[in-house]
């Protein structure tokens, strides 16, 4: 036995009930209109100098022991090392944190740099560059 349908003496009418309770208008005060200004070229990070070949091993951190000191909280104690290695130097990461890039990449093994490479550590970028040219 199938269920007739039941007719209803209610129907919806959402055209007539939104004409009978429109809400009045709002005048709002005219805001001034704003421009989007490009912003300025940021400032090209700082010069980090490579020491003069078969200098000592620069470490990089916060700790006591590094030779290149950094106050930065992105910066991990044992952060980094740059070693002179054969005809050029070698960053490698000490397992930090945050890392090290060269070049805009995270490595996780040793890379070879040289001035003009862009580095950072944690959040702090530099630009290589020799102490003085080589000969």
Same mark, same amino acid.
């Given at each position: 036995? $199938?269920?007739? !349908?039941? *007719?209803?003496?209610?129907?919806?009418? /959402?055209?007539?009930? *939104?004409?009978?309770?429109?809400?009045?208008?709002?005048?709002?005060?005219?805001? !001034?209109?704003?421009?989007?200004?490009?912003?300025?070229?940021? $400032?090209?990070?700082?010069?980090?100098?490579? !020491? *003069?070949?078969? #200098? /000592?091993? %620069?470490? =990089?951190?916060? @700790?006591?022991?590094?030779?290149?000191?950094?106050? &930065?909280? #992105?910066?991990?104690?044992?952060? $980094?090392?740059?070693?002179?290695?054969?005809?050029?130097?070698?960053?490698? &990461?000490?397992?930090?944190? +945050?890392?090290?890039?060269? +070049? @805009?990449?995270? =490595?996780?093994?040793?890379?070879? %740099?040289?001035?003009? &490479?862009? =580095? #950072?550590?944690?959040?702090?970028?530099? =630009?290589?560059?020799?102490? &003085?040219?080589?000969?």
């Amino acid at each position: 036995m $199938a269920a007739e !349908p039941v *007719a209803s003496s209610a129907s919806y009418r /959402p055209r007539s009930a *939104a004409r009978r309770f429109r809400l009045p208008q709002l005048q709002l005060p005219q805001l !001034p209109r704003l421009r989007l200004l490009r912003a300025a070229d940021p $400032a090209p990070p700082p010069a980090l100098a490579l !020491p *003069a070949p078969g #200098s /000592p091993t %620069v470490r =990089i951190g916060r @700790g006591a022991g590094a030779t290149l000191r950094m106050a &930065d909280i #992105s910066v991990s104690r044992f952060h $980094a090392e740059l070693r002179h290695s054969g005809d050029g130097w070698m960053v490698r &990461d000490l397992g930090s944190m +945050n890392g090290t890039e060269v +070049n @805009g990449l995270r =490595i996780t093994t040793p890379v070879r %740099v040289r001035p003009g &490479d862009h =580095i #950072s550590f944690g959040a702090v970028e530099y =630009i290589l560059t020799w102490t &003085d040219q080589p000969q």
